[in-house]
T-cell receptor, first 116, second 112 residues
Framework: ETGVTQTPRHLVMGMTNKKSLKCEQH?????MYWYKQSAKKPLELMFV???????ENNSVPSRFSPECPNSSHLFLHLHTLQPEDSALYLC???????????????FGPGTRLTVL | TQLLEQSPQFLSIQEGENLTVYCNSS?????LQWYRQEPGEGPVLLVT?????EVKKLKRLTFQFGDARKDSSLHITAAQPGDTGLYLC????????????FGTGTRLQVTL
């Protein structure tokens, strides 16, 4: 596998279910991100992890719980979601080095989540 | 809060036409990236520009970073159906290198 992979690609869940999204990067990067992409809205940054430490939580509801066990893996644990949480959830990674002028982000294919 | 506005929001053109997409902000960015996203997939990085006034070409795509590093444009020459997708600009700043601010997006459709 190369690049950034995400599983599952599609997920349908009820409001009382608990599920997890998985992201894995094979690029040797140090930073990983979760984004939410809804129809007709800009990409919304949810969480940032840099060297396994969470550096950004963009006022995300507690029903979304991230986990970063190492620099290559990122999870998003979901519980008691609402229908308005239905969206494409994208994972990305970058080198994450503050010393660089910029850090290009590389995205996975996303998980299309539908909450019934 | 830094914002990036893209225009137009939607563009539907025929194969062979030229087009320009704009990305504007009132804030200065250290770098500006352009991505293309196809339906059901994640955004794919096209280019990064870092110097004010910089121009980069990628085949039929020409990217320019404004002199003041507050805006950018993407010009496509002789558009093809394969150019169809959502185009996103994203600005970054030195010192907060992990974080990008994404634009509102331009959805392009190129028909035969």
């Amino acid at each position: 596998e190369t690049g950034v992979t995400q599983t599952p690609r599609h997920l349908v869940m009820g409001m009382t279910n608990k599920k997890s999204l998985k992201c894995e990067q094979h690029l040797g990067h140090n930073a990983m991100y979760w984004y939410k992409q809804s129809a007709k809205k800009p990409l919304e940054l949810m969480f940032v992890y840099n060297f396994k430490e969470q550096t950004e939580n963009n006022s995300v509801p507690s029903r979304f719980s991230p986990e970063c066990p190492n620099s290559s893996h990122l999870f998003l644990h979901l519980h008691t979601l609402q229908p308005e949480d239905s969206a494409l959830y994208l994972c990305a990674s970058s080198q994450g080095l503050v010393s660089r002028a910029y850090n290009e982000q590389f995205f996975g294919p996303g998980t299309r989540l539908t909450v019934l | 809060t830094q914002l990036l506005e893209q225009s137009p929001q939607f563009l539907s053109i025929q194969e062979g036409e030229n087009l320009t997409v704009y990305c504007n902000s009132s804030s200065v960015f250290s770098s500006l990236q352009w991505y293309r996203q196809e339906p059901g997939e994640g955004p794919v990085l096209l280019v990064t520009v870092v110097t004010g006034g910089e121009v980069k070409k990628l085949k039929r795509l020409t990217f320019q970073f404004g002199d003041a590093r507050k805006d950018s444009s993407l010009h496509i020459t002789a558009a093809q159906p394969g150019d169809t997708g959502l185009y996103l600009c994203a600005g970054g700043n030195r010192g907060t290198a992990s974080k990008l601010t994404f634009g509102t997006g331009t959805r392009l459709q190129v028909t035969l």
